[in-house]
């Protein structure tokens, strides 16, 4: 794939990238040191950086693991916050169906959250050509692959700074840290900030199950209070307009009645 890098879709895809970089590679060295703190040695910590590469998901994995959750509990835990990306596939999967099983793994795989906005942005419509197919290819690929190899130093770093970091900044520093990068985006509109709410409420009111059960439990009740949230709101859209159209249909009724008491003077 780095045999692209000449080419100027691929190019252009990483300048898009670029700006998210530092973030992406700050975010890595956050989960690097989480690892470290939860106590998972280096092979371990090194080895699920690079097959996992789930930020969101290893921060929420790694407090069941400290205590011993069953094996189910974690991977549970682990799908739910990746929900997400099934929601981002089906916007891409169309793009590049064509392609073989092999690419398509390892598309989704490096595929990240920044990555498919930017995607979108930038090809909002399916391709037409096999040139236009060609062009979609290389620009994700400049948008992912970057994204990948920053994640990983970022990542790599914070594993072998771990043992530099002070106790007291271990695990729960690190997963405050991260849990508020995911957090403020999603805030910004009322659909998110619902869920949000909604979810910390839960979170502190459950803290006492076993298990880290209540994190689940705030996280699904979370997302259902976003969806319901963001259906009513879009249930309001059609009427608001509806009403809208009416009042200027009325306006204009008055101003032709208007002209006509004008004229018949």
């Not at 920044?114 to 979609?136: G, H, T």
């Not at 859209?237 to 008491?261: D, F, M, S, T, Y």
Request: aromatic share 10%; net charge positive; charged share 10%.
């Amino acid at each position: 794939m780095l045999k692209d890098w000449n080419l100027a879709l691929y190019r252009e895809g990483f300048k898009a990238s670029a700006p998210s970089l530092f973030g992406m590679a700050a975010w890595g060295m956050v989960v690097g040191v989480a690892m470290i703190k939860a106590g998972l040695s280096l092979p371990q910590a090194f080895g699920m950086t690079l097959l996992v590469f789930a930020g969101s998901a290893q921060l929420a994995a790694l407090p069941l693991i400290v205590a011993n959750a069953p094996v189910w509990v974690i991977f549970a835990t682990a799908l739910i916050v990746n929900l997400r990306f099934l929601i981002m596939s089906a916007l891409i999967a169309p793009r590049f169906a064509h392609l073989t099983w092999p690419k398509r793994i390892v598309f989704g795989f490096l595929t990240g959250d920044i990555s498919v906005p930017l995607f979108m942005q930038r090809f909002p419509a399916m391709w037409q050509s096999a040139r236009e197919e060609r062009d979609q290819v290389l620009y994700l690929k400049g948008l992912i692959i970057p994204n990948w190899f920053v994640w990983q130093a970022g990542s790599i770093l914070g594993i072998l700074a771990g043992s530099q970091v002070p106790m007291h900044w271990g695990l729960g520093f690190a997963g405050t840290l991260a849990i508020l990068c995911i957090l403020l985006p999603m805030m910004r509109n009322r659909p998110g900030f619902a869920g949000v709410v909604v979810a910390s409420v839960v979170a502190v009111a459950a803290h006492a199950m076993p298990y880290k059960l209540g994190l689940l439990l705030a996280v699904l009740i979370g997302m259902a209070v976003a969806m319901w949230v963001e259906e009513h709101s879009e249930s309001l859209a059609p009427l608001n307009i509806n009403n809208q159209g009416h009042q200027q249909g009325i306006i204009q009724v008055e101003a032709h009645e208007e002209k006509r008491g004008q004229g018949d003077e």
